[in-house]
Protein backbone atom coordinates (compact mmCIF):
# COMPACT_ATOMS: atom_id res chain seq x y z
CA UNK A 1 0.00 0.00 0.00
CA UNK A 2 1.31 3.48 -1.31
CA UNK A 3 2.79 5.50 1.52
CA UNK A 4 0.47 8.90 2.32
CA UNK A 5 1.55 11.99 0.78
CA UNK A 6 3.71 14.41 2.55
CA UNK A 7 2.25 17.31 0.64
CA UNK A 8 0.59 20.19 2.32
CA UNK A 9 -3.66 20.07 3.45
CA UNK A 10 -5.41 20.82 0.16
CA UNK A 11 -7.96 23.11 0.79
CA UNK A 12 -11.55 21.55 0.93
CA UNK A 13 -13.05 21.40 -2.55
CA UNK A 14 -9.88 20.27 -3.81
CA UNK A 15 -9.84 18.06 -1.05
CA UNK A 16 -13.03 15.83 -3.01
CA UNK A 17 -10.92 16.28 -6.24
CA UNK A 18 -7.91 14.71 -5.10
CA UNK A 19 -9.50 12.04 -3.07
CA UNK A 20 -10.90 10.29 -6.18
CA UNK A 21 -7.88 11.09 -7.46
CA UNK A 22 -5.95 8.80 -5.26
CA UNK A 23 -8.67 6.48 -5.31
CA UNK A 24 -7.98 5.92 -9.00
CA UNK A 25 -3.57 6.01 -8.64
CA UNK A 26 -5.07 3.12 -5.79
CA UNK A 27 -3.58 5.14 -3.38
CA UNK A 28 -6.91 4.07 -0.72
CA UNK A 29 -4.53 5.52 2.51
CA UNK A 30 -4.36 9.56 0.77
CA UNK A 31 -7.88 9.19 -0.30
CA UNK A 32 -9.11 8.43 3.40
CA UNK A 33 -7.06 11.57 4.46
CA UNK A 34 -8.68 13.98 1.73
CA UNK A 35 -11.96 12.52 2.66
CA UNK A 36 -11.37 13.27 6.68
CA UNK A 37 -9.86 17.06 5.98
CA UNK A 38 -13.29 17.24 3.79
CA UNK A 39 -16.07 16.11 6.35
CA UNK A 40 -16.74 19.55 7.74
CA UNK A 41 -17.82 21.29 4.91
CA UNK A 42 -18.98 18.47 2.45
CA UNK A 43 -21.58 15.83 3.43
CA UNK A 44 -20.24 14.04 0.57
CA UNK A 45 -17.13 13.44 2.05
CA UNK A 46 -18.70 11.74 5.16
CA UNK A 47 -20.29 9.42 3.04
CA UNK A 48 -17.26 8.28 1.19
CA UNK A 49 -15.38 7.57 4.10
CA UNK A 50 -18.11 5.92 5.68
CA UNK A 51 -17.90 3.69 3.51
CA UNK A 52 -14.03 3.01 3.13
CA UNK A 53 -14.19 2.32 6.38
CA UNK A 54 -17.23 0.37 6.57
CA UNK A 55 -15.46 -1.40 3.75
CA UNK A 56 -11.75 -1.69 4.94
CA UNK A 57 -10.06 0.06 2.02
CA UNK A 58 -7.23 2.27 2.35
CA UNK A 59 -6.77 1.11 6.48
CA UNK A 60 -8.80 -1.51 8.95
CA UNK A 61 -12.72 -2.19 8.70
CA UNK A 62 -14.38 0.49 11.37
CA UNK A 63 -17.86 -0.17 11.45
CA UNK A 64 -18.88 2.26 14.35
CA UNK A 65 -17.63 4.84 12.76
CA UNK A 66 -18.65 4.13 9.31
CA UNK A 67 -22.05 4.00 10.54
CA UNK A 68 -21.79 7.41 13.13
CA UNK A 69 -19.98 9.08 9.60
CA UNK A 70 -23.45 8.15 7.89
CA UNK A 71 -25.57 9.61 10.81
CA UNK A 72 -23.73 12.74 10.56
CA UNK A 73 -24.11 12.93 6.78
CA UNK A 74 -27.93 11.83 7.30
CA UNK A 75 -28.57 14.86 9.56
CA UNK A 76 -27.32 16.83 6.21
CA UNK A 77 -29.58 15.57 4.20
CA UNK A 78 -27.57 13.71 2.03
CA UNK A 79 -29.64 11.00 0.35
CA UNK A 80 -26.39 8.42 -0.03
CA UNK A 81 -25.71 8.39 3.40
CA UNK A 82 -29.46 7.34 3.96
CA UNK A 83 -29.34 4.51 1.53
CA UNK A 84 -25.86 2.83 3.05
CA UNK A 85 -27.75 2.80 6.19
CA UNK A 86 -31.10 1.51 4.90
CA UNK A 87 -28.55 -1.12 2.93
CA UNK A 88 -26.50 -2.22 5.59
CA UNK A 89 -29.18 -2.50 8.25
CA UNK A 90 -30.34 -6.16 9.86
CA UNK A 91 -33.54 -6.34 8.36
CA UNK A 92 -36.22 -4.77 6.98
CA UNK A 93 -37.56 -2.32 9.76
CA UNK A 94 -39.71 1.25 9.57
CA UNK A 95 -36.46 2.91 9.69
CA UNK A 96 -34.87 1.54 7.46
CA UNK A 97 -37.77 1.27 4.89
CA UNK A 98 -37.76 5.16 5.93
CA UNK A 99 -34.64 5.34 4.65
CA UNK A 100 -34.67 3.63 1.26
CA UNK A 101 -38.04 5.62 0.44
CA UNK A 102 -36.61 8.97 1.53
CA UNK A 103 -33.27 8.24 -0.73
CA UNK A 104 -35.41 6.98 -3.36
CA UNK A 105 -37.54 10.23 -3.01
CA UNK A 106 -34.37 12.99 -3.09
CA UNK A 107 -33.75 11.11 -6.87
CA UNK A 108 -31.19 8.96 -6.18
CA UNK A 109 -31.31 6.46 -8.83
CA UNK A 110 -29.42 3.17 -7.34
CA UNK A 111 -32.06 3.98 -4.22
CA UNK A 112 -35.10 4.54 -6.57
CA UNK A 113 -33.66 0.90 -8.32
CA UNK A 114 -33.93 -0.54 -5.22
CA UNK A 115 -37.33 0.73 -3.61
CA UNK A 116 -38.79 -0.72 -6.84
CA UNK A 117 -37.51 -3.89 -6.62
CA UNK A 118 -38.39 -4.14 -2.46
CA UNK A 119 -42.33 -2.87 -3.62
CA UNK A 120 -42.47 -5.23 -6.53
CA UNK A 121 -41.76 -8.11 -4.47
CA UNK A 122 -45.04 -7.52 -2.19
CA UNK A 123 -48.71 -8.87 -3.57
CA UNK A 124 -49.77 -5.57 -3.55
CA UNK A 125 -51.30 -3.88 -7.14
CA UNK A 126 -50.72 -0.63 -5.57
CA UNK A 127 -46.79 -1.35 -4.68
CA UNK A 128 -46.57 -2.99 -8.30
CA UNK A 129 -47.83 0.13 -10.01
CA UNK A 130 -45.32 2.15 -7.91
CA UNK A 131 -42.20 -0.02 -8.42
CA UNK A 132 -42.75 0.19 -12.19
CA UNK A 133 -43.16 3.96 -11.92
CA UNK A 134 -39.95 4.01 -10.06
CA UNK A 135 -38.32 2.12 -12.64
CA UNK A 136 -39.80 4.20 -15.26
CA UNK A 137 -37.48 6.95 -13.85
CA UNK A 138 -34.70 5.74 -12.64
CA UNK A 139 -34.06 4.32 -16.25
CA UNK A 140 -33.27 7.53 -17.53
CA UNK A 141 -29.88 7.60 -15.32
CA UNK A 142 -29.62 4.35 -14.27
CA UNK A 143 -28.91 1.33 -16.90
CA UNK A 144 -29.74 -1.38 -14.87
CA UNK A 145 -32.96 0.18 -14.04
CA UNK A 146 -33.15 0.32 -18.20
CA UNK A 147 -32.46 -3.27 -18.36
CA UNK A 148 -35.36 -4.20 -16.38
CA UNK A 149 -37.59 -1.90 -17.79
CA UNK A 150 -36.81 -3.43 -21.04
CA UNK A 151 -37.46 -6.61 -20.16
CA UNK A 152 -40.77 -5.94 -18.22
CA UNK A 153 -42.09 -3.89 -21.57
CA UNK A 154 -40.93 -6.60 -23.92
CA UNK A 155 -42.93 -9.43 -21.94
CA UNK A 156 -45.75 -6.98 -20.50
CA UNK A 157 -44.67 -7.77 -16.85
CA UNK A 158 -46.93 -5.80 -14.76
CA UNK A 159 -47.03 -3.26 -17.50
CA UNK A 160 -48.64 -3.56 -21.07
CA UNK A 161 -46.64 -5.10 -23.52
CA UNK A 162 -44.64 -2.22 -25.06
CA UNK A 163 -42.50 -3.65 -27.78
CA UNK A 164 -41.32 -0.18 -29.21
CA UNK A 165 -40.18 0.75 -25.56
CA UNK A 166 -38.20 -2.36 -25.25
CA UNK A 167 -36.74 -2.12 -28.72
CA UNK A 168 -35.42 1.54 -27.81
CA UNK A 169 -34.04 1.11 -24.44
CA UNK A 170 -32.19 -2.09 -26.28
CA UNK A 171 -30.97 -0.13 -29.16
CA UNK A 172 -29.47 2.50 -26.26
CA UNK A 173 -28.13 0.03 -24.12
CA UNK A 174 -26.29 -1.83 -26.53
CA UNK A 175 -24.36 1.58 -27.66
CA UNK A 176 -23.09 1.00 -24.22
CA UNK A 177 -22.21 -2.77 -24.81
CA UNK A 178 -24.65 -3.90 -22.50
CA UNK A 179 -26.97 -6.74 -24.49
CA UNK A 180 -30.85 -7.44 -23.52
CA UNK A 181 -31.22 -9.86 -20.02
CA UNK A 182 -31.93 -13.16 -20.55
CA UNK A 183 -35.71 -14.90 -20.16
CA UNK A 184 -37.06 -15.08 -16.68
CA UNK A 185 -40.26 -16.88 -16.02
CA UNK A 186 -40.21 -17.48 -12.07
CA UNK A 187 -42.49 -20.92 -11.00
CA UNK A 188 -44.89 -19.81 -8.51
CA UNK A 189 -43.26 -19.90 -4.36
CA UNK A 190 -43.11 -22.99 -2.85
CA UNK A 191 -41.59 -24.52 0.58
CA UNK A 192 -38.34 -26.29 0.68
CA UNK A 193 -38.98 -29.97 -0.24
CA UNK A 194 -36.49 -32.60 0.96
CA UNK A 195 -34.81 -34.62 -1.61
CA UNK A 196 -32.49 -36.44 0.19
CA UNK A 197 -31.16 -37.03 3.39
CA UNK A 198 -27.72 -38.34 3.62
CA UNK A 199 -26.14 -35.86 2.33
CA UNK A 200 -29.14 -33.71 3.27
CA UNK A 201 -30.47 -32.16 -0.13
CA UNK A 202 -33.25 -29.73 -0.58
CA UNK A 203 -35.13 -27.84 -3.37
CA UNK A 204 -37.49 -24.67 -3.47
CA UNK A 205 -39.28 -22.75 -6.33
CA UNK A 206 -39.82 -18.93 -6.65
CA UNK A 207 -37.66 -17.90 -4.07
CA UNK A 208 -36.83 -14.78 -6.51
CA UNK A 209 -38.71 -12.70 -8.34
CA UNK A 210 -38.12 -11.96 -12.39
CA UNK A 211 -36.91 -8.43 -11.65
CA UNK A 212 -34.41 -10.40 -8.79
CA UNK A 213 -32.67 -12.52 -11.03
CA UNK A 214 -32.55 -9.98 -13.79
CA UNK A 215 -30.67 -7.86 -11.46
CA UNK A 216 -28.22 -9.87 -10.32
CA UNK A 217 -27.65 -10.74 -13.98
CA UNK A 218 -27.38 -6.93 -14.75
CA UNK A 219 -25.42 -5.96 -12.01
CA UNK A 220 -22.56 -8.77 -12.39
CA UNK A 221 -22.63 -9.30 -15.80
CA UNK A 222 -19.90 -6.67 -16.94
CA UNK A 223 -17.72 -8.14 -14.05
CA UNK A 224 -17.87 -12.09 -15.51
CA UNK A 225 -14.21 -13.71 -15.86
CA UNK A 226 -13.23 -17.33 -16.25
CA UNK A 227 -13.87 -19.07 -13.25
CA UNK A 228 -11.59 -20.12 -10.67
CA UNK A 229 -11.55 -23.25 -8.42
CA UNK A 230 -9.82 -23.59 -4.88
CA UNK A 231 -6.74 -26.54 -5.41
CA UNK A 232 -5.12 -28.77 -2.96
CA UNK A 233 -1.87 -27.47 -3.25
CA UNK A 234 -0.85 -24.50 -2.31
CA UNK A 235 -1.09 -22.40 -5.35
CA UNK A 236 -4.83 -21.05 -3.72
CA UNK A 237 -7.35 -20.54 -6.24
CA UNK A 238 -6.63 -21.03 -10.27
CA UNK A 239 -8.33 -21.85 -13.78
CA UNK A 240 -9.16 -25.98 -14.46
CA UNK A 241 -11.14 -27.56 -17.14
CA UNK A 242 -13.20 -28.87 -14.84
CA UNK A 243 -15.18 -25.50 -14.17
CA UNK A 244 -15.81 -23.86 -17.66
CA UNK A 245 -17.88 -21.17 -16.87
CA UNK A 246 -17.36 -17.55 -16.11
CA UNK A 247 -18.59 -16.13 -12.82
CA UNK A 248 -18.16 -12.91 -11.02
CA UNK A 249 -17.92 -12.37 -6.90
CA UNK A 250 -20.36 -9.48 -5.60
CA UNK A 251 -18.09 -7.86 -3.34
CA UNK A 252 -19.55 -4.80 -1.24
CA UNK A 253 -17.95 -2.67 -3.66
CA UNK A 254 -20.39 -3.74 -6.10
CA UNK A 255 -23.06 -5.09 -3.72
CA UNK A 256 -26.39 -2.62 -3.82
CA UNK A 257 -29.51 -2.77 -1.81
CA UNK A 258 -31.12 -5.47 -3.64
CA UNK A 259 -28.57 -7.75 -3.71
CA UNK A 260 -28.04 -7.75 -0.24
CA UNK A 261 -31.33 -8.25 0.22
CA UNK A 262 -31.59 -10.96 -2.28
CA UNK A 263 -28.10 -12.91 -0.45
CA UNK A 264 -30.18 -11.97 3.18
CA UNK A 265 -33.00 -14.22 1.95
CA UNK A 266 -31.47 -16.86 0.22
CA UNK A 267 -29.33 -17.03 3.54
CA UNK A 268 -32.62 -16.94 5.33
CA UNK A 269 -34.03 -20.34 3.15
CA UNK A 270 -29.94 -22.11 4.11
CA UNK A 271 -31.35 -21.69 7.65
CA UNK A 272 -28.36 -20.03 8.32
CA UNK A 273 -27.10 -15.91 8.94
CA UNK A 274 -25.67 -13.90 6.22
CA UNK A 275 -22.93 -13.50 7.89
CA UNK A 276 -21.68 -16.93 7.63
CA UNK A 277 -21.88 -16.56 4.01
CA UNK A 278 -19.13 -16.15 1.22
CA UNK A 279 -19.35 -13.10 -1.03
CA UNK A 280 -21.89 -14.58 -3.37
CA UNK A 281 -20.61 -15.95 -6.64
CA UNK A 282 -22.84 -14.83 -10.18
CA UNK A 283 -21.70 -17.77 -13.20
CA UNK A 284 -22.71 -18.10 -16.57
CA UNK A 285 -22.59 -20.95 -18.59
CA UNK A 286 -22.52 -21.30 -22.60
CA UNK A 287 -23.55 -24.34 -24.32
CA UNK A 288 -20.96 -27.12 -23.70
CA UNK A 289 -19.72 -25.64 -20.65
CA UNK A 290 -19.73 -27.29 -17.18
CA UNK A 291 -18.56 -28.16 -13.65
CA UNK A 292 -17.31 -31.24 -13.29
CA UNK A 293 -17.98 -33.67 -10.14
CA UNK A 294 -16.53 -31.94 -7.41
CA UNK A 295 -17.08 -31.23 -3.42
CA UNK A 296 -17.38 -27.33 -2.08
CA UNK A 297 -15.45 -28.29 1.53
CA UNK A 298 -12.22 -26.21 0.88
CA UNK A 299 -9.26 -28.23 1.13
CA UNK A 300 -6.94 -28.03 4.31
CA UNK A 301 -4.25 -25.57 2.52
CA UNK A 302 -7.30 -23.19 1.09
CA UNK A 303 -9.06 -23.03 4.02
CA UNK A 304 -5.66 -22.38 5.83
CA UNK A 305 -5.63 -18.81 3.63
CA UNK A 306 -9.10 -18.00 3.91
CA UNK A 307 -10.66 -16.73 7.07
CA UNK A 308 -9.89 -20.19 8.76
CA UNK A 309 -12.06 -19.05 11.62
CA UNK A 310 -14.85 -18.97 9.99
CA UNK A 311 -14.89 -22.96 9.75
CA UNK A 312 -15.31 -25.03 6.62
CA UNK A 313 -18.21 -24.24 4.28
CA UNK A 314 -20.86 -26.11 6.14
CA UNK A 315 -23.89 -25.86 3.29
CA UNK A 316 -23.92 -24.60 0.04
CA UNK A 317 -27.15 -22.55 -1.86
CA UNK A 318 -27.79 -22.33 -5.48
CA UNK A 319 -30.15 -20.01 -7.64
CA UNK A 320 -31.07 -19.85 -10.88
CA UNK A 321 -31.35 -17.05 -12.55
CA UNK A 322 -32.90 -17.91 -15.73
CA UNK A 323 -34.60 -20.24 -17.78
CA UNK A 324 -32.05 -22.93 -19.48
CA UNK A 325 -33.31 -23.85 -22.78
CA UNK A 326 -31.87 -27.58 -22.66
CA UNK A 327 -29.33 -29.11 -20.30
CA UNK A 328 -27.49 -27.36 -17.23
CA UNK A 329 -29.13 -29.72 -14.54
CA UNK A 330 -27.24 -29.87 -10.97
CA UNK A 331 -26.52 -33.48 -10.56
CA UNK A 332 -25.44 -35.40 -7.48
CA UNK A 333 -23.54 -38.65 -8.65
CA UNK A 334 -23.70 -40.19 -5.19
CA UNK A 335 -27.21 -39.22 -3.90
CA UNK A 336 -28.89 -40.07 -7.27
CA UNK A 337 -30.28 -36.47 -7.38
CA UNK A 338 -30.70 -34.24 -10.11
CA UNK A 339 -32.41 -30.94 -10.34
CA UNK A 340 -33.53 -29.07 -13.07
CA UNK A 341 -32.27 -25.42 -14.02
CA UNK A 342 -36.18 -23.16 -13.32
CA UNK A 343 -35.56 -19.20 -12.71
CA UNK A 344 -35.95 -18.05 -8.41
CA UNK A 345 -35.15 -22.66 -8.04
CA UNK A 346 -32.69 -22.93 -5.58
CA UNK A 347 -30.99 -26.10 -4.22
CA UNK A 348 -29.26 -26.22 -0.78
CA UNK A 349 -27.21 -29.02 0.36
CA UNK A 350 -25.07 -29.81 2.93
CA UNK A 351 -21.28 -29.89 2.90
CA UNK A 352 -20.16 -31.26 6.39
CA UNK A 353 -22.40 -34.03 8.88
CA UNK A 354 -23.11 -32.63 11.90
CA UNK A 355 -19.71 -32.95 13.97
CA UNK A 356 -18.50 -30.67 10.90
CA UNK A 357 -16.39 -33.49 9.09
CA UNK A 358 -16.82 -33.15 5.26
CA UNK A 359 -19.52 -35.02 3.40
CA UNK A 360 -17.75 -36.75 0.31
CA UNK A 361 -21.38 -37.96 -0.84
CA UNK A 362 -22.06 -34.54 -1.32
CA UNK A 363 -20.14 -34.97 -4.93
CA UNK A 364 -21.77 -32.58 -6.94
CA UNK A 365 -21.78 -31.82 -10.72
CA UNK A 366 -23.50 -28.67 -13.40
CA UNK A 367 -24.22 -30.59 -16.41
CA UNK A 368 -23.23 -29.42 -19.57
CA UNK A 369 -25.48 -26.72 -20.99
CA UNK A 370 -26.96 -28.24 -24.16
CA UNK A 371 -28.56 -25.03 -25.68
CA UNK A 372 -29.00 -21.37 -24.33
CA UNK A 373 -27.25 -20.01 -21.05
CA UNK A 374 -27.36 -20.79 -17.54
CA UNK A 375 -26.87 -18.15 -15.09
CA UNK A 376 -26.50 -19.22 -11.49
CA UNK A 377 -26.01 -17.86 -8.34
CA UNK A 378 -24.16 -19.86 -5.62
CA UNK A 379 -23.59 -19.12 -1.69
CA UNK A 380 -20.79 -21.10 0.62
CA UNK A 381 -21.73 -20.71 3.96
CA UNK A 382 -19.59 -21.37 6.46
CA UNK A 383 -19.59 -22.98 9.97
CA UNK A 384 -19.19 -19.37 12.22
CA UNK A 385 -19.33 -15.80 10.79
CA UNK A 386 -17.15 -15.05 7.39
CA UNK A 387 -18.65 -11.50 6.85
CA UNK A 388 -17.84 -8.31 9.38
CA UNK A 389 -21.02 -6.55 8.00
Not at 64 to 76: F, I, K, M, S, Y
Request: glycine share 8%; with cysteine; aromatic share 4%.
Amino acid sequence: MPRPSSAPPASLPDALREASAALARGEAQRARQCYAQAIAEHPAAQVELGRMLALGIGGPVDLPAAWDHWLAAEQRGHPAAAYLLATYAEADDAQALARLRAAADAGLPVAQRGWALMRAHQDDPQAADEALALLRVAAGRDPIAALLLAARAAGGEGMPADPALAASLHRQLADHGLPALPAVTPDAPTPLRVLHDAPWIAVADGVLSADECRLLVALMRPHLRRSQVFGDGADGRHVQAVRTSRSATVDRVIEDHAARRIQQRLAAVAGMPLRHAEAMSILCYAPGQEYRPHRDYLPPAALREDRPDAGNRRRTLCVYLNDVQAGGETAFPVAGVKVSPRAGRVVVFDNLDARGHPLPDSLHAGLPVVRGEKWLGTLWLRERPYREI
